[in-house]
């Protein structure tokens, strides 16, 4: 009898369920939940509590929904009894935090608590906390601490110790009542399990953990301020779970919410981007992915450890036990293309793309692939929400260049797609100039699956072949891998993850290559974008960071 493993992943706007055949890797079902608070970034659930700039909140409710309705569904659709489901994984946002209770309850579900900001969860972009992540690189910086290497010289604000140290900062009430702040991920699996278990990725990306010297030392924290002295010990943990291994079992409790039977295998949680490795079939260095959303994160393993600056972190078996897992990011890609649609798309477009019968994305990409390489006259940096690698500065802002009165929407459009490929091209140099091979390049994601011309465009702006994930949910059956691995091959699983990556790891037949005409005018114009890349982000001219200030003190 065929064997099945479930896989969640749980997204910025919502988490989706996927039910996977165990060996071919086969995807039987799918159902999605939109989160009911979705992101909360300018009023609590209650409507009144407004939020400053560069909040991002989430409701941990929103999560056990998403297991509640998705499990159920996916068996319901399927037909496949939860008799034959032998594990379940999971993969999250990251870093995404919230403050808890010793029996796991968020600070945000109490009465006394739930109409405070800080109570709730941080999301992956709540960028607010980079007061703290300046002040902390400023002070590694000084003491010659050597953890700054390994992410690149900077630690960002998107990152967890920043985020815990704005707690106390701006809330120590919430700080003093919290038992433990916790990655969202792992809080999900304990609503499943029972028990804390803090997986090695995030503590390795977004904690400041190492394998071999774990976290960084008391008198470092103390230097951040005298009460983060032993924050590990008050609010994190030093037990960490190596991603491959097992957190524990459905309990009774859970297995009466989400459908699954009481002891199913569950595997330690992990990060949206890193689970996707395997699913693509990636087990060793030299392969880099790209995984495309609202922003792009780009994992890449290799066999030393090298300094790259810029890097969001290099981790030991932080994606694949055995090797080192380099990551790097760009924080503003799918809500890049939202934002212009919701802000800059006259009437007359949605009104023909209505006439046609496809969304406003679909013309725009139509009109925009109409357009000769080079042809606008535009060139755009893709700072809207930030740069994450290799500037490390969620300060920055974004710029279009070379506008006039004649500019079209999909001139524009074009020249936003193009500035995300010139970003990407500025992640994979910093790789290869580093010591680190970058041979081939694979993408998933649901831009990478559904915009032909973006992906032509990447290759031809990085010069290289593209390779695209086979699945449609990518981090989901990446997820789902692991919780066959969980379960593991005497319960019809795996024992390893390469195992599960060599029978369910797949992309598609068909690749982007890039054009050759089309990558010498695109060689010609990424030459501006590193010159404007390092005029407004290396320092020379802090207009932006300057503008925000303004902004700042004409809101007060």
């Known amino acids: ?21 165990v060996g071919s890797g086969r995807e039987i079902a799918t159902a999605v939940k939109e989160y009911t608070h979705a992101v909360m970034d300018e009023f609590l659930p209650d409507g009144t509590t407004k939020l400053e700039d560069d909040w991002a909140l989430q409701h941990p409710n929103d999560y ?11 068996l319901k659709e399927s037909g496949i009894s939860a008799d034959d489901v032998i594990g379940i994984g999971i993969d999250f946002t990251a870093c995404t935090v919230l403050p808890i209770k010793s029996d796991g309850t968020p600070l945000c579900m109490m009465e006394e608590f739930k109409g405070h900001p800080h109570s709730y969860v941080k999301l992956w972009k709540h960028h607010a906390a980079q007061d703290e992540a300046n002040r902390l690189n400023q002070i590694a910086e000084e003491r010659g601490e050597e953890f700054l290497k390994r992410y690149g010289g900077k630690i960002s604000s998107e990152w967890m110790i920043p985020k815990v140290w704005q707690i106390l900062n701006e809330a120590p009430e919430i700080y003093e009542a919290a038992d433990q702040i916790v990655e969202a991920t792992d809080w999900v699996i ?10 090695s990725c995030t503590a390795g990306y977004k904690a400041i953990w190492h394998k071999q010297e774990g976290y960084p030392s008391k008198e470092f924290f103390k230097a951040l301020n005298p009460r983060l002295e032993n924050v590990v010990e008050d609010k994190l943990s030093n037990d960490i779970y190596s991603i491959g291994s097992k957190a524990g079992e459905v309990t009774e409790k859970a297995s009466s919410l989400i459908g ?15 689970v996707s490795i395997p699913a693509v079939g990636i087990t060793e260095p030299g392969k880099l992915l790209m995984i495309m959303g609202t922003s792009t994160c780009h994992v890449l393993l290799g066999e030393e450890e090298k300094i790259v600056p810029g890097m969001c972190g290099v981790v030991e078996d932080g994606v694949i036990p055995g090797f080192m897992g380099y990551e790097a990011g760009q924080s503003c890609v799918g809500d890049h293309f939202e934002w212009f649609i919701e802000n800059c798309v006259p009437t007359s477009y949605y009104d023909e793309a209505k006439e046609k019968g496809v969304n406003i994305h679909a013309l725009l990409t139509e009109k925009a692939g109409n357009l000769k390489v080079g042809e606008s006259g535009l060139l755009a940096l893709d700072w809207w929400n930030g740069n994450r690698s290799t500037l490390v500065d969620a300060d920055l802002t974004g710029v279009l260049l070379g506008a006039t009165l004649l500019t079209k929407p999909e001139e524009m459009y074009r020249a936003l797609i193009e500035a995300t490929a010139y970003g990407t091209r500025v992640i ?23 915009n032909t011309l973006m ?24 997820s789902a891998m692991f919780g066959a691995v969980a379960a593991g091959k005497e319960r019809g699983g795996y024992d390893s993850i390469e195992d599960a990556a060599k029978e369910m790891g797949r992309i598609k037949d068909e690749t982007y290559k890039p054009i050759a005409e089309n990558v010498n005018v695109y060689d010609m114009i990424y030459a501006e974008y590193e010159r404007l890349y390092d005029y407004f982000g290396r320092g020379e001219n802090n207009v932006m960071k300057r503008l925000k200030d303004i902004k700042q003190n004409a809101s007060n």
């Open 64 to 74: 056990l929904e998403v297991l509640e309705i998705t499990i159920p569904q996916v």
């Open 428 to 450: 994979v140099e910093a790789f290869r100039n580093n010591g680190v091979p970058v041979d081939e390049v694979y993408a998933c994601g649901g831009i990478a699956e559904k």
């Open 1 to 21: 009898m065929a064997k099945y493993s479930i896989g969640v992943d749980f997204g910025t706007l919502s988490g989706r369920a996927v039910l996977v055949e």
């Open 190 to 199: 304990s609503q499943m399990t029972g028990e804390i278990r803090r997986n």
């Open 260 to 274: 699954l039977n009481p002891g199913t295998a569950v595997a330690v949680a992990n990060v949206d981007a890193h």
């Open 455 to 478: 992906m032509q465009i990447y290759s031809d702006v990085l010069n290289t072949e593209i390779k695209i994930s086979a699945s449609s949910q990518t981090p989901a059956l990446g």
